[in-house]
């Protein structure tokens, strides 16, 4: 099991006769990094399985296509992807919003529900198409999507006197884009706005420029 923020950086050689990729949805599409991570990596042998789980907030556009292009490039050919909903937490666009309790709860629930069925069909290499596709996905996927990586951006983050400094958003983001300087965070310019550091602040000081005011949280507890 490897996490590609903690192996991207390194040249790596993976074998396997199953291979699975696990990502959010970034902008109806795999996250760059994970894209990067497969094109850099060498891939030996065929693998008898390939396939992809992803969540996203409400849809995955056009995400299977795009994903079994880019594997293509590297001599792999997918055979399934799953695709589960779940809680909605980008909120730098206007009209990004939360999910309301409610459906956070269902989406949860369902996905729940979901799992076990998914477990056996990879256990089994089937070949399945699972997705939600949505409105306008060609759109979505290839022209917001391209606009969204050329602007992707920490410059506008910032915190308010609610900051404690506590470090916690350091921590917590997985590209170590954070530093702690004068008790206070600073973006580091090799953001994927995966929003970790907001999520995870106990006190909701950081925010995106207005974008994330009055938004909520949805807050990741420390266990």
């Given at each position: 099991?490897l996490?590609?923020?903690?192996?991207?950086?390194t040249?790596?050689?993976?074998?396997?006769?199953?291979i699975?990729?696990?990502?959010?949805?970034?902008?109806?599409a795999?996250?760059q990094?994970?894209?990067?991570?497969?094109?850099k990596?060498?891939?030996?042998?065929?693998?008898?399985?390939?396939?992809?789980?992803?969540?996203?907030?409400?849809?995955?556009?056009?995400?299977?296509d795009?994903?079994?292009?880019?594997?293509?490039?590297?001599?792999?050919?997918?055979?399934?992807?799953?695709?589960?909903?779940?809680?909605?937490t980008?909120?730098?666009?206007?009209?990004?919003?939360?999910?309301?309790?409610?459906?956070?709860?269902?989406k949860?629930?369902?996905a729940?529900?979901k799992?076990?069925?998914?477990?056996?069909?990879?256990?089994?290499?089937?070949?399945?198409?699972?997705?939600?596709?949505?409105?306008?996905?060609?759109?979505?996927?290839?022209?917001?999507?391209?606009?969204?990586?050329?602007?992707?951006t920490?410059?506008?983050?910032?915190?308010?006197?609610?900051?404690?400094?506590?470090?916690?958003?350091?921590?917590?983001?997985?590209?170590?884009?954070?530093?702690i300087?004068?008790?206070?965070?600073?973006?580091?310019?090799?953001?994927?706005?995966?929003?970790?550091?907001?999520?995870?602040?106990p006190?909701?000081?950081?925010h995106?420029?207005?974008?994330?005011?009055?938004?909520?949280?949805?807050?990741?507890?420390?266990?």
């Open positions: 099991l996490f590609i923020p903690e192996i991207s950086e040249e790596q050689s993976i074998e396997g006769q199953s699975g990729f696990v990502f959010p949805i970034y902008s109806w795999a996250p990094v994970v894209e990067d991570f497969i094109l990596t060498q891939w030996s042998g065929t693998p008898k399985y390939v396939w992809f789980a992803c969540t996203c907030g409400d849809e995955m556009g056009k995400t299977f795009t994903f079994t292009k880019t594997l293509k490039k590297v001599g792999l050919t997918l055979n399934a992807g799953f695709c589960f909903q779940m809680p909605e980008y909120l730098c666009f206007p009209g990004f919003h939360l999910d309301s309790k409610e459906n956070e709860q269902a949860i629930d369902a729940r529900a799992l076990p069925g998914v477990i056996e069909d990879i256990k089994a290499c089937k070949l399945v198409r699972d997705e939600i596709v949505g409105s306008f996905p060609r759109f979505k996927s290839f022209v917001i999507r391209h606009g969204f990586i050329k602007n992707v920490d410059k506008k983050y910032h915190t308010t006197d609610a900051c404690t400094g506590c470090g916690l958003c350091a921590t917590k983001c997985p590209f170590h884009n954070i530093e300087k004068n008790g206070k965070p600073e973006w580091q310019g090799h953001c994927t706005q995966c929003m970790a550091c907001y999520h995870y602040c006190q909701n000081a950081i995106f420029a207005t974008y994330t005011q009055n938004k909520g949280q949805y807050y990741c507890k420390e266990k």
